[in-house]
């Protein structure tokens, strides 16, 4: 069974820094491209980073460009979010997943004074 | 940024009865579009990929149909466990969108 598990999440302050976690079994890890996806309350899902299985291609959604940073290490199957210079607007909850479709339970974050 | 939009946004319909959401996108997608459900408190989980392929575990009453810029999510007959919210999802072209919804709902 394919298993997801984020940590991380919590509460800062804006222009403050998170590193978001995710720890994936149950797949050859290394083979698939993963993702980090958020829902933002009172909204819908935005998809916000993706990454291909070696690491070599990392694409942003326009509104977290040079703030976030998505990373993988296959030799422990764990996938995170570097995210920087946080904003109210990146209050949401953030799942990681996988390219097969397979999604975390998520893990809020909320950017507050 | 192609968009998606869904509708009706709200579908209140009865266990028993006949579902069909929605799904129009900006601009062609192909085939590349995924339907998701999501209830209160659990994370989204895949009904459809590829446009209308069901994906693993899902029940024979939900298909999908459609290719371009149109596309439909069928439940054949409504089970209690379906009241949810259903989103589309695109990844034609980065970035991959997400439509905002139709939440169907028990009448």
């Known amino acids: 069974e394919v298993q997801l598990m984020e940590s991380g999440g919590g509460l800062v302050q804006p222009g403050g820094s998170l590193r978001l976690s995710c720890a994936v079994s149950g797949i050859i890890f290394s083979n698939y491209w993963m993702s980090w996806r958020r829902r933002v309350p009172g909204k819908g899902l935005e998809w916000v980073a993706n990454?291909?299985?070696?690491?070599?291609?990392?694409y942003y959604v326009d509104s977290v460009k040079g703030r976030f940073t998505i990373s993988r290490d296959n030799g422990k199957n764990s996938l995170h979010l570097q995210m920087n210079t946080l904003r109210a607007e990146d209050t949401a909850v953030y799942y990681c997943?996988?390219?097969?479709?397979?999604w975390g339970q998520g893990t809020m974050v909320t950017v507050s004074s | 940024e192609i968009v998606l939009t869904q509708s009706p946004a709200t579908l209140s319909l009865s266990p028993g009865e006949r579902a069909t959401l929605s799904c129009r996108a900006g601009q062609s997608v192909s085939s590349f579009l995924a339907w998701y459900q999501q209830k209160p408190g659990q994370a989204p989980r895949l009904v459809i990929f590829?446009?209308?392929n069901r994906a693993t575990g899902i029940p024979a009453r939900f298909s999908g149909s459609g290719s371009g810029t149109d596309f439909t999510l069928t439940i054949s007959s409504l089970e209690p466990e379906d009241f949810a919210i259903y989103y589309c999802h695109q990844y034609s072209s980065w970035p991959y969108t997400f439509g905002q919804g139709t939440k169907l709902e028990i009448k």
């Open positions: 590829d446009a209308s």
């Open positions: 997943a996988t390219s097969g479709g397979v």
């Open positions: 990454i291909n299985p070696d690491g070599s291609e990392k």
